[in-house]
């Protein structure tokens, strides 16, 4: 067993499309959606993809936030998805278990095991992330979220922040995802992410400025997890 995990998509299709593409060349029993599938310009559509093959979903923060939608954003992608697409990002669970070649038992959660919205970087002390996964049985827990890949181990756990598709915060251009068994390879997939930009700005995305410059010229991963640490201890 081989598993894709493709998280924080944020509705960026062409992002998703070219991870889908080396996905298959790499070739995986599983594709896991790993939560923030929407809260983008193409949020329905990134969920029909995932729909279409068959992956295995799990629920993130923004799949909440479009059921309740607080923002302009969250009610502007509300109103792109069908009551089909939303029906289905109000079953989806908070986290799944699959048994992967190598790796052993594997818990795939959007932040936490616990919560869909917990911030976990590289850098939070390990004592506070043991917090986080108590209870957690799994070998292995896939997280995202943060938007910053990372593999760290905790206690007998090891932790994969599987990156974002859509969105990431990681210094240069392109999609990541983790590609798992039988180890762990944290990914980086380049497309083109000047041409998605200038799309993302005619989407009518609300802010979608702030969206087309993250994904032609990322925040660095430092700069990124100084943040999140930051809004953590807040
Ligand atoms: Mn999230």
């Given at each position: 067993m081989r598993v894709a995990a493709l998280y924080d998509i944020h509705g960026n299709l062409p992002a998703l499309e070219a991870v889908i593409a080396e996905v298959d060349s790499a070739g995986v029993d599983a594709i896991v959606g790993g939560g923030d599938i929407v809260w983008g310009p193409w949020s329905g559509e990134c969920l029909e993809l995932l729909r279409r093959r068959g992956a295995v979903l799990v629920r993130g923060n923004c799949e909440r936030d479009i059921l309740e939608p607080k923002s302009e954003r969250d009610r502007w992608c509300a109103a792109t998805l069908t009551p089909s697409q939303l029906e289905?990002?109000?079953?989806?669970?908070?986290?799944?278990?699959?048994?992967?070649?190598?790796l052993g038992r594997i818990l795939f959660c959007h932040a936490s095991p616990r919560r869909d919205d917990e911030i976990v970087t590289r850098s939070t002390p390990a004592n506070d992330v043991a917090e986080a996964l108590a209870g957690?049985?799994?070998?292995?827990?896939?997280?995202?979220?943060?938007?910053?890949?990372?593999?760290?181990?905790i206690g007998r756990t090891r932790l994969v922040n599987a990156g974002s598709v859509g969105l990431p915060y990681e210094d240069d251009p392109g999609a990541r995802w983790a590609l798992l068994g039988?180890?762990?390879?944290?990914?980086?997939?380049?497309?083109?992410?000047?041409?998605a930009a200038a799309a993302i700005r005619?989407?009518?995305?609300?802010?979608?400025?702030?969206?087309?410059?993250?994904?032609?010229?990322?925040?660095?991963?430092?700069?990124?997890?100084e943040h999140f640490e930051a809004m953590r201890g807040s």
């Open positions: 289905l990002i109000a079953e989806l669970p908070l986290s799944v278990e699959i048994l992967v070649d190598g957690t049985e799994a070998e292995a827990v896939v997280c995202g979220h943060t938007h910053v890949q990372y593999e760290r181990r039988p180890g762990v390879e944290l990914r980086r997939t380049p497309y083109a992410t000047d041409a005619a989407s009518g995305l609300p802010d979608a400025d702030d969206f087309a410059d993250t994904v032609a010229i990322p925040p660095s991963a430092a700069e990124a997890t």
